[in-house]
């Protein structure tokens, strides 16, 4: 069975910088795009970032609130997907969800109903 599981959250401080990982295993996910949501208490998930399958010179695309500031990436050998966070702020507090899905890429990705494969989530805390 397909599975996603995520590692690397943690309290860092505003300002700082911290990694969050996932690991995909039981399924072929190198053809899927994969990405980030996020889940603050009392409020709406959130779109956080999303990466195509491609090899070199993949597509990416990023939510609003993290544009500039978050670098998502991947390594389809590894069947892992990495989340670098810099400069970050109180509001970045959340569970973070690694998410897979099996349809193409396309600018829909922003919405959480087109990923079937969602991890656990990792609770990321910055403290001011």
């Known amino acids: 069975q397909a599975q996603l599981e995520e590692s690397g959250g943690g309290l860092v401080q505003a300002g700082g910088s911290l990694t969050v990982s996932c690991a995909a295993s039981g399924g072929t996910f190198n053809k899927s795009p994969m990405g980030w949501f996020r889940q603050a208490p009392g409020k709406e998930r959130e779109f956080v970032a999303v990466?195509?399958?491609?090899?070199?010179?993949?597509?990416?695309f990023y939510g609003d609130s993290v544009k500039g500031r978050f670098t998502i990436s991947r390594d389809n050998a590894k069947n892992t997907v990495s989340l670098q966070m810099n400069s970050v702020k109180p509001e970045d507090t959340a569970v973070y969800y690694c998410?897979?899905?099996?349809?193409?890429?396309?600018?829909?990705?922003?919405?959480?109903?087109?990923?079937?494969?969602w991890g656990q989530g990792t609770q990321v805390t910055v403290s001011s």
């Open positions: 998410v897979a899905a099996r349809g193409g890429w396309g600018t829909w990705l922003h919405r959480a109903e087109e990923y079937q494969y």
């Open positions: 990466i195509s399958w491609a090899v070199t010179g993949a597509s990416t």
